[in-house]
């Protein structure tokens, strides 16, 4: 996926804002909303990332629509193979934008030029170059996470495992990021800190090659 969306960004440059579902890989379902890595590596490229709310289908109507009908014309089902039906969804797509009279007898491309006119280039070659670790910090910082210490007194966060001491065992526990400090915040249920620790998961290697591979247990 993240190979996609960067021929779609040589392509047609680095949008403002990208929507999603809640399913993989845009988000972590079974995390209970630990931002993935892809959205990570997609708000370091800075593109705001916005999810539409579970089992509302409605909230991307228009989408959802298009698809409908793109697929219509393509008929997936006629097609022999992989190439073939990216060949056909190329073909309708161009139909459906530069030909296709849907605006008061206009194309979709005549009515708005501008889509046409790339303000963000990009280039996958140059990504790490304007790729930005502080726009990720001020993004996570905005989550707080809930977590339960485990009966080693550790509790599981992203990737990581993270010592809080027996003595917490089964309590509740907020953890949160600090943006400037790059560090995790782990506080008790009276905003009492119990623990700081560098953030060393959240990094342009990990993040942008899709190595944080979550841990099973966060609560």
Known sequence: MQSCLQNWFEQWGLPQ???FDNGKP???PA???VPSALALWLVGLGIAVTFGRPRQSTDNAVVERSHG???DWVEPSQRAGLVEL???LEEFAHLQRAIYPSCNGQTRLSSYPELLQTQRYYQRAKDQDIWEIQRVMDYVANFRFQRRVEKNGRITHF???YSIGRRYVAQDVTVYLDAESHEWIIENK???ILK???AKQLTYPTIAHMAMVYRKGQT
């Open 159 to 161: 990737t990581e495992e």
């Open 190 to 192: 009276n905003g009492e």
């Open 69 to 71: 009908v793109l697929a």
């Open 196 to 198: 700081q620790f560098h």
């Open 26 to 28: 845009w988000a972590n």
């Open 86 to 88: 990216q060949s056909g």
């Open 17 to 19: 804002q990208i929507r």
């Open 31 to 33: 995390q209970h909303y």
